[in-house]
């Protein structure tokens, strides 16, 4: 492990730049999307090799008198010690083919997967997407174009034009020009959380 990775975000950024995109190798609801198996047998190799750990625990949260399923997230750096400890809800989905146990176990996996993709913040994908994202970036006649917004946004300017936007090539373009500027300024997440959350929205 090299000397230089000395915190959990610096092994987050190591992570990062070794996993350059995670391939969707599974079909469902009439769209591809990444198995948690194939982003776990990417991610723990890599996590292992810069010191991450990780559990995810199925745990209770109470929101105005009524209990939620959730899952207690804890990721820890061995060579500092350093953690991040995080509880989120479980959206428990409402399909009519399987049972309720069945639908919990789904949405813990869509949460798990959803919380490791965006704390990495990983491009998840394949050259059908490139294609589309082109596909879309041309009908507005700038193809790959970021420098329009480089620079531009502050963290909650950003944020809200994501939230606003019903173009996913927007949506994409505005995530890639502040992409580095979020990791540089420590709201990346926030940024990685909107743009996949925007992203299932638009159907991209």
């Known amino acids: ?10 092994a987050i950024d190591a992570v990062q730049r070794d996993v350059k995109i995670v391939g969707k190798d599974a079909t469902g609801h009439n769209h591809k999307y990444a198995s948690y198996p ?13 010191g991450l750990t990780i559990s995810h625990r199925p745990t209770h949260l109470m929101d105005q008198g009524v209990i939620l399923h959730a899952i207690r997230t804890v990721m820890v750096h061995r060579p500092s010690g350093e953690v991040i400890d995080e509880v989120w809800p479980v959206v428990v989905p409402n399909v009519k083919s399987v049972n309720e146990a069945q639908a919990l ?4 996996t869509y949460g798990k997967r959803y ?8 491009p998840v994908g394949d050259d059908a997407d490139e294609a589309r994202f082109n596909a879309a970036a041309e009908k507005t006649g700038d193809k790959d174009d970021t ?11 950003c944020l809200a034009e994501l ?12 995530t890639k020009a502040h992409k580095q500027r979020s990791i540089d300024e420590g709201w990346d997440k926030d940024l990685a959380n909107t743009y996949h959350a925007r992203k299932d929205e638009l159907g991209a």
């Open 115 to 122: 919380w490791e993709v965006s704390v990495f913040a990983l």
């Open 38 to 50: 194939q982003l776990t047998g990417l991610l723990r190799p890599v996590m292992r090799k810069y």
């Open 1 to 10: 492990m090299s000397d230089e990775i000395k915190t959990i975000h610096d």
């Open 147 to 157: 420098t329009a917004y480089d620079g531009l946004f502050t963290k909650d300017e």
């Open 105 to 108: 176990g789904m949405g813990q």
């Open 163 to 174: 939230e606003k936007s019903s173009d996913f090539a927007a949506v994409a373009r505005i």
